[in-house]
């Protein structure tokens, strides 16, 4: 019997409350919404939304279990999040400490692809392993009409930060395996270019509603008014003060410089090393795993204050202590906000309190409101913010649902449902 069929019956419910361990109220409502949907809808995809910070990579590795699966594919955004992923799969470290599995439950055989597929003999030796997990990139290079992949090879399929499905190089391996159940999670079901995330929304799990179980903690925006000095500048010594007046009220806080090109990082670099006490890092996507990874290291080590980068360190980076970020270049769209924000909202550490969001005031608006106004109160924004959409997508969803969806003789010509939009 395969392994995760064999371990079905090993499988505990727990639910924490705060003083024993156990699952949160997000996860057991996602993953009981996971099991109720196949049961009648095998080959429709599940779309689950969690905030970030609710547990979701638990809730992916146990659906696993509940499923039953022959042999698991997990597609992951990232290297670090593929690594993340993959420890987690391998050792069950949150499923046992959560109870609900004990702890001589043995591991699965588990793959981490970490260079191409470029052989039918590739994807023939993933046989012997009972979870696989990879980035798009990895993956792709293997779908080919020369050598495969056996359509199969698995039977379900989970994707982390889902929002990431209408690229091709996503929806190319998603598809390569037409029998397989799948799974999209994400905390954003939504995206800029209105692109459709194929898949029934059966569980999302409100931020408000996190808030509320205090695993999405409490947020602050402390606009920078420059005086008369460069903005950048402004954020930094803001930034440095707020660093130092949190270290001496004993908060345990790290700090993210944030901005959209490699050239602003640079010069960053150099104005934070100029002008401030601060020990930081710049990462980007030239630098190696191995330079993040030892980067990141060092900062929970306490031995930085604090990174700056370039759109990295994003989705499915934990850690908690993260609660200072100094945005010099702000992020336009609502799911990518969110992203980011969930990054500092982490509550499960000791030593941590609000996290501040430090800017220079505009008129930006990020799902019809001024985030970045002076005087903007996130608390009260940002919990229903993201809910609104989600809500609207769903409707036209269900909307839909009740039409007969003809398949498009022309499968290049993808309609994305979600450009209908209300009158108002």
Known sequence: MAYFSSNYNRIN????????????NAQIGAIHAIGAHFSIHDKEPALIVMPTGSGKTAVLNLSAYLLRANRVLVISSSVLVRGQIKNEFSTLKTLKESSVFAKDIPTPTVKEIRSPIKSMEEWEALKDFDAVIGIPNSINEGINLAFGPPKNLFDLILVDE???VPAFTWTNIIEAFPHAKKIFFTATPFRRDKREIKGKIVFSYPLSKAYEDKIFGDLGYYP???????????IAKATEAVFKEDKEAGLRHFIMVRTETKEHADALDTLYKENTSLSLIKVDSTKTYSFIKKTIEKLKAGELDGIICVDMLGE??????????????????????????????RTNAADIGEAKFLAIPSDIEIGKKRLYAEGAIWNDIIKNLSQEVVDAEDEIKRTLDTFHRKKEVDQGKQISFLILRKHT
């Open 224 to 234: 920078v008014l420059p005086n008369n000095e460069h903005p950048d500048l402004a």
């Open 316 to 345: 499915g980076f934990d850690f908690p202590n993260l609660k200072i970020a100094a945005i010099h270049s702000p992020k336009k769209s609502l799911a990518n906000t969110m992203q980011f924000i969930g990054r500092f909202a």
């Open 162 to 164: 889902a929002h990431h």
């Open 13 to 24: 419910y727990p639910i924490s409350d705060g003083a024993t361990p156990g699952l949160r």
